[in-house]
């Protein structure tokens, strides 16, 4: 997997999670139900941590600029902006090409580069670790509760 095609899968999965989130929660609005707030928002707080985890993954190996990295995070607490995001940095060519970092490439600098590439060599293993530690993060977090109490 490319690093677009992996970055374009999780930009359009946390928008599509933003959409279920947003409908959940006019549908408690409204008076419907309640029952969608729980699991839309934590599916979508799931891919909102796989979002970030996969951009910083992504940055780091196309070397993008730190105001660039730094924009693709914050536009995750945006509804829908992942998209667009992820239209215009391929539009500048920063998501062209396969994996810096993979065996045979170029040769990591750093303790960031030499995880990354430790990643791209075992990608199975990597990905396990990466489930399980967005799980922990997850649940640790849903265990803190909401920021704000409900009224």
């Known amino acids: 997997m490319t690093p677009r095609t992996l970055f374009r899968t999780v930009a359009f999965a946390e928008l599509v999670t933003w959409a279920g989130l947003i409908t959940a929660l006019v549908l408690r609005g409204t008076g419907v139900t309640d029952a969608a707030v729980g699991p839309a928002g934590g599916i979508h707080g799931f891919v909102f941590l796989a979002y970030c985890v996969v951009t910083v993954f992504t940055w780091v190996d196309r070397k993008w600029r730190p105001a660039t990295g730094v924009v693709g995070l914050v536009l995750a607490v945006v509804p829908f902006a992942t998209l667009p995001f992820e239209r215009v940095v391929d539009r500048r ?25 430790w990643v791209l060599r075992r990608p199975l293993t ?11 993060v997850f649940t640790v977090l849903l265990w803190l509760g909401p920021p704000v109490p409900r009224p």
């Open 93 to 117: 060519g920063l998501l062209a090409g396969d994996w810096r970092l993979a065996p045979g490439r170029d040769e990591p600098a750093g303790f960031v580069e030499h995880v990354q590439a």
């Open 126 to 136: 990597a990905a396990i670790l990466a489930v399980a530690g967005v799980a922990i």
